[in-house]
C-alpha cells in the first residue's frame, strides 16, 4: 500500500493515561505483552510513549510503537577511533561531544491481521517525521535494538548498524540520521 491509502485507512494516536489494549498479536510474545500489559506502566513511569496505528473506521489496533529518550555515545562503539571517525562524517565543524540526541523506538509491532500492508515502513516514516518537523527535540538520531530477523527491515528503510557485531541478546544496535531528510 502506498502512504496515502494507509493514511485513508488508519490513523496514529498516542494511547491516552492509563488506557489498555484489549487485543493485539504480532506473533511475538514479547511485543504482544509489552502492548497488552506493559506499556501503561512505561508510560506511568515517564520511561517510554507509546502510539498506536488503528483503523479508522474501529478501535482495532493494527500496530503500535513505543518511543523513549536515548542518545548515540562514545560507549556505543568499540573503540574511541570507531566513534571519531562517526562523528567527523556527520558534523561539519565536528561538534566534539561525547554523546548525541537520540530517540529510540523502543518497540514497533504490527498485527498479524495487518502485515504486507508497508505499516512498519510508514510507522518509520511517520517517527522520522515527527523529529524533523519543527524540531521538537533537537534530536539528531533515531537508534532501535532491533531483533536480528528485523534488521533486514530497518535497513530496507535506510538505518545502519551502529557496532559490526550483534550482541548477545540477538538485536543488533542500529541508527537513523535524521540529517538525511530532505525538508
Known amino acids: 500500500m502506498t502512504s496515502q491509502e494507509i493514511a485513508a485507512i488508519y ?3 498516542r494511547l491516552g493515561k492509563g488506557e489498555t489494549i484489549s487485543f493485539f498479536d504480532c506473533g511475538d510474545e514479547d ?34 510503537f513505543s518511543l523513549a529518550n536515548d542518545r548515540v555515545s562514545i560507549s556505543d562503539f568499540e573503540s574511541k577511533t570507531e566513534f571519531n571517525r562517526f562523528r567527523k562524517k556527520r558534523f561539519v565543524n565536528e561538534k566534539r561531544l561525547k554523546s548525541y540526541p537520540a530517540a529510540k523506538i523502543c518497540r514497533l509491532g504490527i498485527d498479524s491481521s495487518a502485515k ?3 505499516l512498519g515502513t510508514f ?5 522520522k517525521s515527527y523529529f524533523i518537523v519543527d524540531n521538537k527535540t533537537g534530536c539528531r538520531f533515531l537508534t532501535v535494538d532491533a531483533y536480528v530477523d528485523a534488521v533486514p ?21 542500529m541508527f537513523f540520521d ?5 525538508e
Open 153 to 173: 527491515f530497518y535497513i530496507k528503510n535506510n538505518f545502519l548498524p551502529l557496532s559490526s557485531d550483534a550482541d548477545t541478546s540477538q538485536t543488533q544496535l
Open 116 to 118: 504486507g500492508q508497508s
Open 123 to 127: 510507522i518509520l516514516d511517520f517517527i
Open 11 to 13: 490513523q496514529i494516536r
Open 31 to 64: 511485543l504482544n505483552d509489552f502492548i497488552l500489559n506493559e506499556s501503561v506502566k512505561y508510560q506511568q513511569a515517564r520511561l517510554a510513549v507509546t502510539c498506536v496505528i488503528e483503523y479508522k473506521d474501529s478501535d482495532r489496533v493494527a500496530g503500535f
Open 178 to 182: 535524521l540529517e538525511e531528510i530532505e
